[in-house]
Structures are given as C-alpha cells and as structure tokens.
C-alpha cells in the first residue's frame, strides 16, 4: 500500500531531550515536506526536500534540522525540544511536476514539558 | 505574498442544509488551489483540485480569479461531512510550495 509513515505517533519528552522523528515513503516520491499545525494556524511548513541531499527551510524552521540521505526517508530532528514547539506534527510527500497534490503522513503529536 | 485566507473556524449546520466554507486567496501569478480534509482521528487528504472541476463527495469548489475566491460547497451535508477543512495554494518560487489556510471546522448537527 502506498503510504507516508511516521514513528512515533506520540511522544511526550522534557525541555532539552533531543529526539527524532521518522518519516518514510514508499511510492518514490522527490519531495517531502514537515508541517507543525496548531490550533488557528493551520499547517505551516517547517522543512522540505526536493530530493536526496537537498534540503531548505520553510517558513518555521527554528529548532529543527532535517536531512534527506537516502529517496524514502526524512527526519526531523529537535536538537534541544521547547515547550512552544509541543504540537502536531505530519510529514507529507509528493512526486515533482504536474498537479501538487501531496500525501500526508498520520502525524506525530508531541508534548515538551 | 501568497495567502490563502479561511475566515471562518468553525461553521455549524444542520443535516440537510446547504454548505459554503469559504477560501480567499492572495497570489500574483496563475493559481492552483486545492481543497484538504481531515477527517477525526485520520489524515489529511487530498479533497478537490480546481485543474479537476470534479464533484467529490457530493462537494464542488470553483475558481473565481475576479474574486480571488475558491469556496467550497455542498447542497445537502451529511452527518459524516464533519471534518476540518483545509484550502491550500500551490505557489512557484524556484520549486512548488502549498501555502494553507488556517482551516475551518464543519459540524453537521442531525
């Protein structure tokens, strides 16, 4: 079945705890996105890939890295975690060229205490 | 700048009764638009493109580039049309990009 994974679904950790997202794809696809969506902003884009080894910010990209070293998978990666970065989290994917429609992980919802 | 505005975050109707949840846009070049849907406990998923000019769900959206609109409508909700509800814009600055709205909330009450 094509589909974005992520791992974990849901996580709670302490201010400072680096920790890991995981995200993976099976259908092939260049792009791939992170999105944090809060209450009353929506989804806002943190970081996406154009494919292996190309990576740029989006528009919140503060405390978070990313890297993209192999087509399928795209992490995101909290160095040192904050309170104010406690929200719901989904990767997405799309292949590059025609209509833009991506697909969408289940998400990861995270609390920093 | 691209932005995509949905003014309402919550829209409460009766089964039954017609739908519009509403999407403005701001984008200086030809827009692609999109509507999203998050069904409780599910992701997010594609709903209807306006390239498509199809009717999913019974759910139809138009392109109205003299109002920089693309609501999104349906004559009679049901029930398990309640979701958020996302209106996203597909912009070009050197690779494509999906802007989105802050989303509406639909509840349809039996």
């Known amino acids: 079945e094509a589909q974005v994974t992520q791992n974990p679904r849901y996580l709670i950790t302490v201010t400072g705890k680096k920790l890991t997202v995981t995200c993976s794809q099976n259908?092939?696809?260049?792009?791939m996105s992170w999105y944090r969506q809060d209450p009353g902003l929506g989804l806002r884009q943190i970081y996406y890939?154009?494919?292996?080894?190309?990576?740029d910010k989006g528009d919140v990209p503060e405390g978070y890295k990313v890297s993209r070293k192999e087509k399928r998978n795209f992490p995101l990666i909290l160095e040192s975690p904050s309170p104010n970065q406690t929200s719901l989290y989904f990767c997405?994917?799309?292949?590059?060229?025609?209509?833009?429609?991506?697909?969408f992980g289940p998400g990861t919802r995270l609390t920093v205490t | 700048a691209q932005r995509v505005t949905q003014p309402e975050k919550l829209l409460s109707v009766f089964k039954g009764a017609p739908v519009e949840l509403k999407c403005n846009y701001s984008?200086?070049?030809?827009?692609?638009l999109f509507w999203y849907v998050q069904y409780s406990r599910q992701r997010l998923q594609l709903l209807l493109r306006?390239?498509s000019r199809e009717s999913i769900k019974g759910f139809t959206a138009d392109l109205n580039k003299g109002e920089t609109s693309f609501h999104l409508k349906k004559p009679f909700a049901q029930e398990e049309d309640s979701a958020m509800y996302y209106c996203?814009?597909?912009?070009?600055?050197?690779?494509?990009?999906?802007?989105f709205g802050t989303g509406t909330r639909l509840l349809v009450s039996p």
């Open positions: 996203a814009l597909s912009s070009w600055t050197g690779f494509q990009k999906l802007v």
């Open positions: 997405a994917s799309n292949p590059t060229g025609g209509t833009y429609e991506q697909y």
């Open positions: 984008y200086s070049g030809s827009p692609e």
């Open positions: 890939s154009m494919n292996v080894e190309v990576t």
């Open positions: 306006h390239i």
């Open positions: 259908m092939n696809h260049e792009y």
